[in-house]
């Protein structure tokens, strides 16, 4: 598969996790990569060109625009995954913390897209904004995550219509629960990742690499007349009210009589 020969995309986020799986997905079908993120890839082994990037700073933001152009002459795809979570209810919640949520989960988003795009209009392209299905609902203390994503998502559809015009597709991904290093603080107690699944209906927690591919795919030609759109992938949880299994938990019940 060579979906991206010749293309170059930047993928922010990318030294683990859900950006990771997106870079190698990238690199296998073709594309120069080029990975920001604080810290280096975990795999040591990457193709993948890493700078060093703060994503909340439009210094080093423009810096990492500038040296992909530099070097590579152009810049197709920008994936927008870098991103921090947290755990407060509003009386509780640090200024300090609200805000570094908002800094790296939508000004970083804003600052790529700002320098990166007028870049993009020489060749057209597409970005991939990484939200989450917590900027789709609310949750239980976890207002500043569910805000900042939330914010995610109108800025996606917003961008989708001003970039129309340039031949820049700008698409969304709203991951569920993903296999990640942030994700497993949330499930470390058995009891805590009993309840998350009780709540999948498909009855696990994503791979990266399923949303990498979800990714790749709205980074490709394969969707040239999407721009604007939000896909959740997530094994089903906003496919339903939120109310309890109470028809299979019957079921459960009666056959262990």
């Known amino acids: 598969m060579s979906r991206f020969e010749g293309k170059v995309a930047i993928v922010t986020g990318g030294a683990n996790g859900i950006g990771e799986a997106t870079a190698s997905r990238f690199l296998a079908e073709g594309a120069t990569v080029v990975i920001a993120d604080l810290s280096p890839p975990a795999r040591q082994d990457s193709a993948a060109t890493y700078i060093a990037t703060d994503m909340t700073s439009a210094e080093q933001v423009a810096a990492l625009v500038d040296a992909t152009t530099e070097a590579f002459g152009r810049i197709d795809i920008l994936v927008n995954n870098a991103g921090i979570g947290a755990l407060a209810e509003t009386p509780d919640m640090p200024e300090e913390l609200w805000d570094r949520v908002f800094a790296v989960n939508t000004r970083a988003i804003f600052l790529a897209c700002k320098f990166a795009i007028p870049v993009m209009r020489r060749h057209g392209g597409a970005i991939v904004n990484v939200a989450s299905i917590s900027g789709l609902a609310g949750d239980y203390a976890m207002g500043a995550y569910?805000?900042?994503?939330?914010?995610v998502i109108n800025y996606t559809r917003s961008l989708a219509m001003d970039c129309a015009r340039d031949g820049i597709r700008v698409n969304g991904l709203c991951p569920g629960l993903v296999e990640t290093a942030m994700t497993a603080q949330t499930v470390?107690?058995?009891?805590?990742?009993?309840?998350?699944l009780s709540s999948i209906p498909l009855g696990r927690m994503a791979r990266p690499d399923e949303m990498a591919s979800v990714i790749a795919f709205l980074?490709?030609?394969?969707?040239?007349?999407?721009?604007?759109?939000?896909?959740?992938?997530?094994?089903g949880i906003t496919s339903h009210t939120g109310q309890p299994n109470v028809p299979h938990r019957r079921k459960l019940r009666e056959q262990a009589r």
């Open 146 to 151: 569910n805000a900042s994503k939330g914010a």
């Open 219 to 235: 980074a490709s030609d394969d969707a040239s007349y999407m721009t604007g759109s939000i896909l959740a992938a997530d094994g």
């Open 188 to 196: 470390a107690r058995e009891e805590d990742k009993e309840a998350w």
